[in-house]
C-alpha cells in the first residue's frame, strides 16, 4: 500500500499477558480514509489489537506507526468508542460531546464548545437532547451520543470495539447506516478500525477484512470488499458474490479452528 498521510502501520507486532501468547506476528497497513474490520471469534485477540492500536496496551514486540510516526500511548489523534458507550453519567449528553470539542479546540468559548456539541448530536439526530443525562436515553440513543463524542474530537482515526454488539437488531442495523452516512461524508474522511465477530456486519461496512484466528491471535486471510457503496442489505444480502465470500471467510475461521484442534 502506498504511503499515505496518518496511515496506521504495524510491523511484528506480539504481546502477551504474562507467558500467555494473546497476539503473534500481527503486520497490517490501513490506508488514509479506509474502514478496515478486524473480524474473528471470541479469543482471537482483535479487541487486545484495537486497544494496542490505542495505546492503551503495549505491544511486547513490534512497533505500530501513524505514518512516521511511532505511537507509544494514547493520544488525541484516535478516537475510540467501546461497545458499553463510556459516557460520563454525570455530564449531559451535550456536555459529553463539549467536553470532547474541548480537547480539538481548548481556545474555543465554552458556549461555542457546546453549540458544536448540538450541531455534531444533530448529525446522529440527537439534536434534541443535548441537557438530558445518559442514563435517561436507550441503549441505542447512548452509542450514537458516543459516535457523537468520537467524531467532535476530529481525530484521523475511529477505533470502534464491537460498538454495535449489545443492541437489538433493529438499533443495530440503523446504527450501521448511520456510522456508514457519518464517516462517508467526513472530510477528511477518518480512517476506522472496526472489530466484530459477525461476517455480515464486516461485510456490509468495511472496504477490508482481516481476519483472525485464536490461540494466538494472528491475522489468517484478508479480503477487499468489493462492493460499491451505498450498500443496501435487502440487495447486498441477495447476491450471489456476497454469499462466496462470506463462505470463504467462514471456510477460513474454520480450518484455522480445525488445525488448532488437530495440534492440542
Do not use: C
Not at 507509544?72 to 463539549?98: C, E, I, K
Not at 486471510?221 to 468489493?226: D, F, I, L, Q
Amino acid at each position: 500500500m502506498s504511503a499515505q498521510r496518518h496511515n496506521l502501520l504495524i510491523e511484528g507486532l506480539d504481546f502477551a499477558y504474562g507467558d500467555t501468547a494473546i497476539l503473534q506476528g500481527i503486520d497490517l497497513a490501513v490506508g488514509e480514509g479506509e474502514f478496515l474490520a478486524l473480524l474473528g471469534p471470541s479469543g482471537s485477540g482483535k479487541s487486545t489489537l484495537l486497544r494496542l492500536i490505542a495505546g492503551l496496551e503495549q505491544p511486547a514486540r513490534g512497533r505500530i506507526a501513524a505514518g512516521d510516526k511511532p505511537l507509544s500511548g494514547p493520544g488525541p489523534d484516535r478516537a475510540v468508542v467501546f461497545q458499553h458507550y463510556a459516557l460520563f453519567p454525570w455530564m449531559t449528553v451535550g456536555d459529553n460531546v463539549a467536553e470532547a470539542i474541548a480537547k480539538a479546540h481548548p481556545m474555543l468559548s465554552r458556549r461555542d464548545q457546546r453549540t458544536r456539541a448540538r450541531e455534531h448530536l444533530a448529525r446522529v439526530g440527537l439534536g434534541e437532547v443535548a441537557e438530558q443525562y445518559p442514563f435517561e436515553l436507550s441503549g441505542g440513543m447512548q452509542q450514537r451520543a458516543a459516535i457523537a463524542r468520537a467524531l467532535a474530537l476530529e481525530s484521523p482515526f475511529l477505533l470502534m470495539d464491537e460498538p454495535f454488539g449489545a443492541l437489538d437488531p433493529v438499533n443495530r442495523a440503523r446504527l450501521q447506516d448511520l456510522l456508514v452516512a457519518v464517516w462517508q461524508r467526513s472530510t477528511p474522511r477518518r480512517t476506522v478500525v472496526f472489530v466484530t465477530h459477525d461476517v455480515d456486519e464486516a461485510l456490509l461496512l468495511a472496504d477490508r477484512v482481516a481476519v483472525m484466528g485464536a490461540n494466538p491471535g494472528r491475522v489468517i486471510r484478508e479480503y477487499a470488499v468489493p462492493f460499491d457503496r451505498p450498500r443496501r442489505r435487502a440487495s447486498l444480502f441477495k447476491d450471489a458474490a456476497f454469499h462466496r465470500l462470506r463462505e470463504d471467510i467462514a471456510e477460513a475461521l474454520d480450518a484455522d479452528t480445525l488445525a488448532h484442534l488437530d495440534a492440542a
